[in-house]
């Protein structure tokens, strides 16, 4: 029998720990949803901040109990959730501190396969490639330059309220989870965020140690390239390799959505191409004519479906940045700002302009609800 310290032991352990994870972190999860636990950490701090938890989640729409009865939430609801927190705490930075009760435990199977990978590098890609088990509305995509890593969240749920909030979130938890994997002596060359600049800017500075640049177009960590070669220490092949079949038995049974994979493959930075929809088939190994037919069967097509897409983005840029519409123009690859203009008055019946003045009269100083999180949903 194996001492206590030996190698056998520890792998025993680790192994014994993998089949402990909750069903509700090891099942995949409908599309528009992610799992329960950034909501139980919004239920941790409003009580640490003498916030009434229930009165919070009546008017988000959900029960403070539901993760005891339901695995997943809706990104819509999440959204919701943390802009009325943030509203009601009247803390600019509350993404930033769901984000920062994360842990690798947090991310189910995802976590184990990051913590028994070989290299930083090697938990990134993991990351990567099975970020669908936990969140059925954003992606995460890797870029590797010479010098720098960017490492980037980015929502394609076009419904989701709260994006920006998503967005500081996600950065937060995955700056948590690289630190508890190789150690905090390091920290990322500098964070971009897609939100306004919030009246103070320190819990941002201080919790990343790292210059933090606001009204960017997406949600961004700049990471040293050295950082992908460091080792995990403790990683172990044998329940790496576990953990690797549970996930692919996961993801077997439970195949991508067709609408949720092309929306993913539009929002990755290799596919640019918002109206080529002979790219995205090619991308995803059908041919275009087959694609056609199955979005037809589900009452769709390939340019609505491009079109909410953008939509989406559009609406996330003009709220919650004071990015111009040049720019959003071309971040959503329009020929011109005009063609966006046009493009918007068709899908909203207004102008961008006229959009935002809307949802935020005054766009050229953000009011509270608009700087704290960007969702105004607490305005409505």
């Known amino acids: 029998m194996p001492s206590s310290d ?9 192994l014994a720990e993998i089949d402990k994870i909750p069903c509700r972190l090891v099942h995949p999860i409908p599309l528009g949803f992610v799992h329960f636990c950034a909501v139980q950490a919004i239920h941790e701090i409003l ?8 009165f919070i989640f009546q008017k988000a729409g959900i029960s403070t109990q539901f993760w005891e009865n339901f695995d997943v939430v809706p ?9 009325l927190a943030a509203d009601h705490t009247r803390c600019s930075h509350f993404g930033l501190l769901v984000g920062q009760r994360a842990t690798l435990a947090s991310l189910g199977v995802i976590g184990a396969l990051m913590r028994n990978s070989e290299t930083v590098g090697d938990a990134l890609r993991a990351l990567v490639r099975h970020h669908g088990i936990l969140n059925r509305g954003a992606v995460v995509e890797m870029l590797s330059g010479d010098h720098i890593v960017a490492v980037s969240y980015v929502p394609y749920e076009p419904d989701a309220e709260g994006a920006a909030l998503h967005c500081e979130r996600a950065l937060a938890a995955l700056t948590k989870v690289l630190w508890s994997l190789c150690g905090s002596d390091w920290t990322p060359e500098a964070v971009l965020l897609p939100r306004l600049q919030p ?6 500075t201080g919790f990343f140690r790292a210059p933090v640049q606001f009204e960017q177009e997406t949600a961004t960590l700049l990471l040293p390239s050295w950082l992908l070669t460091r080792s995990i220490e403790g990683a172990e092949p044998r329940v790496r390799t576990v953990v ?12 991508p959505d067709l609408i949720d994979e092309i929306r993913r493959r539009m929002r990755t930075a290799g596919i640019r191409m918002w109206t080529n929809a ?3 088939a090619r991308q995803m190994e059908i041919n275009r004519r087959t694609l056609s037919r199955r979005l037809k069967a589900e009452g769709t097509s390939f340019r609505l479906v491009a079109s909410q897409l953008r939509l989406g983005i559009a609406k996330q840029l003009l709220a919650d940045t004071n990015m111009s519409l040049a720019l959003i123009s071309a971040a959503l690859e329009f020929s ?7 493009a ?16 935020r009269p005054d766009h050229a100083t953000p009011g509270p609800s608009a700087a704290w999180g960007g969702s105004g949903v607490a305005d409505r």
Do not use: C, M, N
Request: hydrophobic share 25%; net charge positive; aromatic share 8%.
């Open 47 to 54: 009580i640490e901040r003498d916030v009434d938890p229930k």
């Open 6 to 14: 030996s190698p056998e032991h520890s792998q025993s352990t680790r």
């Open 75 to 83: 990104l819509t609801v999440l959204g919701r959730l943390t802009a």
């Open 278 to 280: 002979k790219q995205v």
């Open 244 to 255: 690797e079949r549970r996930i692919r038995q996961i993801e077997d049974e439970y195949p």
């Open 336 to 342: 011109e700002p005009a063609a966006f203009t046009h």
């Open 344 to 359: 918007f008055r068709r899908w909203t019946g207004t102008t961008p302009s006229a959009w935002r003045k809307e949802r």
């Open 199 to 204: 009246p103070d800017t320190t819990p941002y």
